[in-house]
């Protein structure tokens, strides 16, 4: 581990000396004013694309081949009037019955050919708005966060804007309409954006990109092209009002009829003031089931609720989740303001919750108090430095009955040179427990990393006073000290058949937070074999000692997973083997045993409308290697969706769970004619299984819900 570790840090001191590779110079290119508006009917015809709009023809490969000739060509049109943004995409290709295109739910569509418009309309670098279309004119859209070395698309931000395609003998075109009100940008005259088009042909497994990128230089969004939009725009003033009507109807209960309203204000471009009033915080779909025994931490559950999830990228942190929303169970009333202006970006939440949770475990079910309330007010503001990076600051404040807990924090991630990398939180806290009071008491974190085309590397710390406790976030784990170091090394054969192969290793050790002795430690390596930009196989190995109750516990785990989408009709199919040692976390007499985890997906579409998708887990737990069973744990959910319509469709939902012989089924009509304007009715059953194997109804509960989105 030792010597792993060292070779780590050679090969990060080396990547050090050796010269940066600089960004491309950056295009710019005005976007032109057309004379008329374009209709969007997915159809380039008798449209002033070929006449006024600006052409961009000389897309080329990301992969298989870095800025390869692609298979296809693709043609993209661009233009604009005072309301809209305007794009369209003319994707030739020579086997048209081959392109992959289902009617489906909005966001659903990440496994079909489909066409992508990336607009960074701050020009940080850092974020930008993605909107997606496949041939058949389903939208999805989200946001690409590029910070620290690392990207993430958050599928949860949600625009308003309108598309069509068609699948034609050349091919297929898609249009595109994107209200300037649906942005946020700087509220200047001459606006400066940043833009790139993309498509993919998912047969091939081609991702073809303007304007042309290295790989050499981390992150898409550095490399994109700058377009100017120059003169008078609609700028996003308005008043949005969401009313919302849920009613519940529960076993052996009478109906509940809840009334709501969400206000939304565009202060400017740039700022958005949201209000809620009895919110509407329901889930039309329940968790995914997770394997929850033999757990020595508690599981984390996403976040699913619209107040919530809008703006929420500006809430992320480096490492430690400050702010963790599910903690706040059953908000009366919630408000939130976020925007940017000049460098700075920043967002208040303000909730006041009627059923808090002070634990971890209780957040997945809502197990709050009943007699307390509890007021949550959470403050971050970030400043842009230098160039693509930040510094940060939180607080996030938590006020029960006299009680209270509050975190405040400094963090940044800065980027150097293209390939550099150092991002670091400073947190600190104080908890009032009745008349019990703690010291400020401090979380760190930092880590250093390198990038480039073929190796990368990084060496990191982390500390957590036994006494660290944020009440807004997700803190599972305290009192210790981690450091550790990973590398990887990565080979690019950009055949058709095999895109990538990356090597990685990592090792690092956990220590008391006062004190020398050894919690934990590990060494992993890791394999992954990109066949496409759509299918992988990963092969990983760690050997390491993980501490409980005063004992070491030294543990060998091997790893196969993987993921394919190679028919259309089947995809993806994935699948995970774990086999190794585990620990059984009995509190008055753990062991060392062993254990297999099992993992199967796949999603069939035996037609345009259909899918049917299956998910499997299984664990099975022994004493040691073909000794006594201790226990066998399943799960599986089924999930039927049939697309009448891109607005209306019918779901169904199977869960069971073999461990606590539980049976839960759902049934979901929902029509959602755009985000905000939606109706859902739903039912939903649990079943138990008694000693005889009968399943007897446990509790169900058959909702409705109604929101219509008014733009003033």
Not at 109 to 129: C, G, H, M, Q, Y
Not at 531 to 548: G, V
Not at 574 to 580: A, H, L
Request: include cysteine; charge should be negative.
């Amino acid at each position: 581990m030792r010597i792993a570790a060292i070779l780590i840090v050679f090969q990060l001191i080396w990547a050090s000396l050796t010269l940066p590779v600089q960004a491309e110079d950056e295009s710019n290119f005005s976007i032109p004013v057309l004379s008329e508006s374009p209709k969007i009917d997915g159809e380039l015809n008798n449209d002033p694309w070929e006449r006024e709009a600006l052409k961009i023809d000389n897309f080329l490969q990301f992969v298989p081949k870095e800025k390869g000739i692609p298979t296809e060509k693709t043609v993209a049109y661009i233009g604009r009037d005072e309301k809209n943004l305007y794009i369209a995409f003319r994707c030739f290709d020579s086997q048209p019955q081959k392109i992959r295109a289902a009617i489906t739910n909005r966001d659903n569509i990440i496994d079909d050919d489909w066409v992508l418009v990336s607009l960074d309309t701050f020009n940080e670098k850092r974020r930008a708005f993605w909107f997606f279309l496949n041939p058949l004119g389903v939208q999805m859209d989200g946001m690409r966060i590029e910070e620290g070395g690392s990207d993430n698309l958050d599928g949860s931000w949600d625009a308003v804007f309108y598309a069509e395609g068609r699948i034609d003998e050349g091919g297929y075109t898609a249009e595109l309409s994107i209200p300037f009100k649906s942005l946020r940008f700087p509220d200047d005259k001459n606006k400066k954006w940043g833009l790139i088009l993309g498509r993919t042909i998912a047969r091939t497994g081609e991702i073809v990109i303007w304007p042309p990128v290295s790989k050499d230089i981390p992150g898409l969004l550095t490399q994109q092209s700058i377009i100017n939009i120059d003169g008078k725009v609609e700028k996003g003033k308005n008043f949005e009002l969401m009313p919302v009507v849920t009613s519940l109807k529960k076993k052996e209960q009478g109906a509940d009829f809840q009334p709501g309203l969400n206000f939304k204000w565009g202060i400017n471009s740039d700022m958005t003031l949201d209000m809620t009033l009895n919110p509407d915080f329901s889930q039309i779909e329940a968790d995914a089931p997770q394997i929850d025994v033999n757990q020595r931490f508690a599981l984390y559950y996403p976040e699913k609720r619209p107040f919530f999830l809008e703006g929420m990228e500006i809430f992320r942190f480096p490492e430690i989740e400050m702010v963790y929303t599910r903690r706040i169970i059953d908000p009366l009333t919630g408000a939130k303001l976020t925007g940017k202006t000049g460098r700075f970006t920043y967002g208040l939440i303000s909730a006041y919750d009627t059923s808090p949770t002070e634990s971890l475990w209780e957040v997945h079910n809502g197990e709050g108090y009943e007699t307390d309330n509890a007021l949550f007010n959470i403050f971050r503001v970030k400043a842009d430095v230098f160039s693509e990076s930040y510094v940060g600051f939180c607080l996030a404040d938590k006020e029960i009955d006299g009680s209270y807990n509050r975190v405040a924090g400094l963090d940044g991630q800065l980027k150097f040179n293209q390939r550099f990398f150092l991002s670091f939180q400073a947190l600190a806290s104080k908890t009032k427990y009745g008349q019990e009071e703690s010291e400020l008491v401090p979380a760190v974190y930092t880590d250093f990393s390198y990038f480039s085309k073929h190796v990368g590397g990084g060496i990191y710390w982390m500390s957590m006073h036994p006494d660290f406790e944020a009440s807004s976030g997700f803190i599972n784990r305290v009192d210790y000290k981690t450091v550790g170091a990973y590398s990887f090394f990565r080979l690019l054969p950009e055949k058709k058949n095999l895109s990538q192969i990356d090597f990685r290793l990592q090792a690092g050790r956990r220590y008391d937070y006062f004190g020398s002795n050894i919690q934990d430690e590990w060494l992993r390596t890791h394999v992954n074999f990109r066949f496409s930009e759509f299918s992988q196989l990963n092969l990983s190995y760690q050997r390491s000692m993980e501490q409980y109750s005063g004992i070491d516990f030294h543990k060998n785990t091997l790893t196969l997973s993987g993921e394919f989408i190679m028919i259309k009709w089947l995809s993806p199919l994935g699948f995970q083997f774990q086999t190794g040692n585990s620990v059984y976390y009995d509190t008055e007499d753990p062991f060392l045993g062993y254990s297999n985890v099992y993992g199967l997906f796949m999603n069939f579409k035996p037609s345009k409308r259909l899918q049917m998708g299956i998910n499997f887990s299984k664990q099975t737990f022994w004493e040691k290697w073909g000794g006594k069973q201790i226990y066998d744990y399943n799960v599986i959910r089924q999930r039927t969706t049939y697309q009448l319509t891109k607005e209306l469709s019918l779901r169904a939902i199977v869960d069971y769970n073999h461990f606590y012989k539980k049976l839960y089924g759902s049934f979901l009509f929902s029509y959602i004619l755009k985000p905000g304007t939606v109706f859902f009715l739903g039912l939903d059953n649990n079943l138990l299984r008694d000693e005889a194997g009968t399943y007897i109804q446990d509790d169900y509960s058959v909702f409705i819900k109604f929101s219509y989105w008014w733009r003033i």
